[in-house]
T-cell receptor, first 120, second 116 residues
Framework: AQTVTQSQPEMSVQEAETVTLSCTYDTSENNYYLFWYKQPPSRQMILVIRQEAYKQQNATENRFSVNFQKAAKSFSLKISDSQLGDTAMYFCAFMKPLMYSGGGADGLTFGKGTHLIIQP | KAGVTQTPRYLIKTRGQQVTLSCSPISGHRSVSWYQQTPGQGLQFLFEYFSETQRNKGNFPGRFSGRQFSNSRSEMNVSTLELGDSALYLC???????????????FGPGTRLLVL
């Protein structure tokens, strides 16, 4: 079974600053997907970024980028030029690819989340 | 494209009753997964449906069941409700075939269930 750990329950930064959220995971798999989702107060879970473990290049999406360290099983999210709208719970998630999960999607395994507050 | 929709958005039930939640996936998506989110346990995987078949399930009692229709819409049913079933129930859809893009899950707004 996989586990995902987010060691920062809450973080607070000023608007326009850069912030990094930490995530570590434990798995014996070699191929997998990692995701960051954000959940604002509306509770809608929104995909931020996806990383495929076989890709060495770190994924980026506009102001969001990851630092994927496969050997260290670390997957941090960097938010540049933070905005008030970035205030949300951020969840790191792990998923085995379909072809390795015995015929059906195993589902996402989530960390406990980091509450990120962007101060004006 | 329209996103994932869930109905109802809010629900209040009493212990012992049963409840049915509905999820309509993004057009073209054939996989629907269900998750339970509670303050204590966090987000937990319930089950996944693809082409009307349950492909996988998490560690939940048999009171939790689901089904998927030919148009990929899915329903989740919880029978004999317990206080601990109070939660936000999220569904997510994906194409459901192999590949990073195809397996990426997009979530609906959730159904908040309160059991009294």
């Amino acid at each position: 079974a996989q586990t995902v750990t987010q060691s920062q329950p809450e973080m607070s930064v000023q608007e326009a600053e850069t912030v990094t959220l930490s995530c570590t995971y434990d798995t014996s798999e070699n191929n997998y997907y990692l995701f960051w989702y954000k959940q604002p107060p509306s509770r809608q879970m929104i995909l931020v970024i996806r990383q495929e473990a076989y890709k060495q290049q770190n994924a980026t999406e506009n102001r969001f980028s990851v630092n994927f360290q496969k050997a260290a099983k670390s997957f941090s999210l960097k938010i540049s030029d933070s905005q008030l709208g970035d205030t949300a719970m951020y969840f790191c998630a792990f998923m085995k690819p379909l072809m390795y999960s015995g015929g059906g999607a195993d589902g996402l395994t989530f960390g406990k989340g980091t509450h990120l507050i962007i101060q004006p | 494209k329209a996103g994932v929709t869930q109905t109802p958005r809010y629900l209040i039930k009493t212990r012992g009753q049963q409840v049915t939640l509905s999820c309509s996936p993004i057009s073209g998506h054939r996989s629907v997964s269900w998750y339970q989110q509670t303050p204590g346990q966090g987000l937990q995987f319930l089950f996944e449906y693809f082409s009307e078949t349950q492909r996988n399930k998490g560690n939940f009692p048999g009171r939790f069941s689901g089904r998927q229709f030919s148009n990929s819409r899915s329903e989740m049913n919880v029978s004999t409700l317990e206080l601990g079933d109070s939660a936000l129930y999220l569904c997510a859809s994906s194409h459901g075939t192999s590949g990073g893009v195809q397996e990426t899950q997009y979530f609906g707004p959730g159904t908040r269930l309160l059991v009294l």
